[in-house]
């Protein structure tokens, strides 16, 4: 649908029944960040404030929740799982300067704001809102509304998703399905339960990855560092692993141009359990099998995706291998108020690229790159290898065998003690070697530390990235984690030159 005027995007519906309109409702709720403002316009009687109760109690994650009407009070304050919500009602406002007075110039940046009645203050409202205006249709019965869903300045672009999503769900005979939001990850990827007919799918949201600012050789960081703009190689990589007997999801409908996939459900039993998260070892002890068993023979580096479209995997070359340890000077040592000369710099990439040799030189394999815990789940109810679901593979590319097994046994997220560690590279070396009477258990032990100790670096540079650039400050506390994984890592003799340039250059961080 092309747009409503210059700078907004619309879309119109007509809501038949309550549950039309609570459909609308969490399409709205699944792409509202905060700072948001969202106007509710239209007729009295039309369902503003039902409409308004709805997605705070959606948001809420309590369909209890009073939620009065603001009528009286003007606004009701909420604070919600993901953000704090003012709901307001400016019916009664006799214009713009009766605003200060209530303290509507008051509300946190930060917070989501709620507006009946926007007309009566409408030059005090922002350019980047979102407005669905809803009118009565009595000559098609009591319960229809026609809305129109508009988005202004910066929340075109989100208006248009919500319209390509409904449509890809429609076409797709998932419109009627019910949606729950599920927590995603430290991506632009969002992901959504839906349930039909009993059965439930998980929907994928990726829109195509904008190209960041050239940082080298006029590329932008993601396509040095081989990361995917879109969800093809998911698609590909998906086939390729369930073809060969591993648990990653099926595809049960795409929209490859539009970003949207709809996958079977592989459940949410985690191989971690406790608070704090713990490794569960028999599941880790599986995921370092599944990863053996992939390593035994040759996988190809071109794979089908449908009728006349190929994807090649990238390798994982030395480029991509030194942007992402230089996160680690760009990003991790300034937070610490670091400053490196160039010398300095310039002897960590020439470490770097003598440490990384023999992963270059090593056999190519799939690389599914963030293979831990947050992305690999318990399938109790299947046999051998399959039991480990796997998810998050669209970076994937042709790397050394020991970098998904460091993502595994020193994961970011979850304490993995040394023993454990150890007793993990120990299993998948024994089942290389049982496989392959030629594998060099001392060259993969180097190979390990060096693949360790160079996602390590990444990690904390991204993690610093997230909280300095992208306002998520809670990948913080992985940090510390992290840093004693690096020390472990670094304590291979193979790596000392590294290793003293760390001791010199980076200030310890207290581990937990």
Partial sequence: MPPARSGSYSFTVTLADEEATRRLMVDVAAMLAPGDMITLSGD????????ARALIRHLAGDETIEVPSPTFTLMQAYELPSFSLVHADFYRLSGPADLAELGFEDIPPSAVTLVEWPDRAADALPADRLDIELTLLPKQGPTFRHARVTGYGTL?????????????????????????YMQGDASTRSYELLVRDGASFVLMNSPKRAD??????????????????????????????????????????????????????????????????????????AAADLLAALHRTAMPDVLPVEAGVDYTLPRYDLDAFLI?????????????????????????????????????AAPPVWV??????????????????????????????????????????????????????????????????????????????????TMAAQRASKILGIFARLDRRDGKPQYLRHMPRVWAYLQRSLAHPALAPLAAWYRINVPPLKTI
Avoid: C
């Fill in 44 to 51: 009295l009687g039309a369902g503003k404030t039902t409409f």
């Fill in 212 to 285: 960041g600012p050239p940082v080298r050789d006029g590329k932008p960081y993601s396509a040095i560092a081989h990361l995917a703009e879109n969800v093809t190689p998911f698609v590909a990589m998906a086939a390729a692993l369930r073809a060969r007997g591993f648990s990653a999801p099926a595809i049960v409908a795409a929209d490859r141009d539009a970003g949207l996939l709809i996958m079977e459900d592989l459940g949410s039993e985690l191989v971690v359990d406790g608070d704090p998260p713990l490794p569960i070892v028999p599941r880790y002890e």
């Fill in 156 to 180: 075109a672009s989100r208006v248009a998703r919500i319209a390509a999503i409904r449509m890809f769900l429609s076409r797709s005979s998932f419109g009627g399905a019910s949606r729950h």
């Fill in 324 to 360: 992402e340890v230089e996160l680690m000077a760009d990003w991790y040592l300034p937070r610490l108020d670091v400053k490196l000369a160039g010398s300095r710099r310039d002897d960590y990439v020439e470490l770097w690229r003598n440490a990384l040799k023999p992963a270059l």
């Fill in 368 to 449: 599914l790159r963030d293979y831990h815990s947050p992305n690999l789940l318990w399938l109790p109810e299947r046999d051998g290898l399959a039991r480990v679901g796997l998810l998050d593979f669209q970076d994937a590319v042709m790397g050394p065998a020991a970098y998904d097994l460091a993502s595994l046994a020193q994961d970011a997220r979850v304490n993995v003690s040394e023993s454990i560690e150890i007793g993990l590279v120990s299993r998948y070396t024994r089942a290389r070697m049982t496989a392959d009477p030629d594998f060099d258990a001392r060259a993969f032990a180097q190979l390990y530390a």
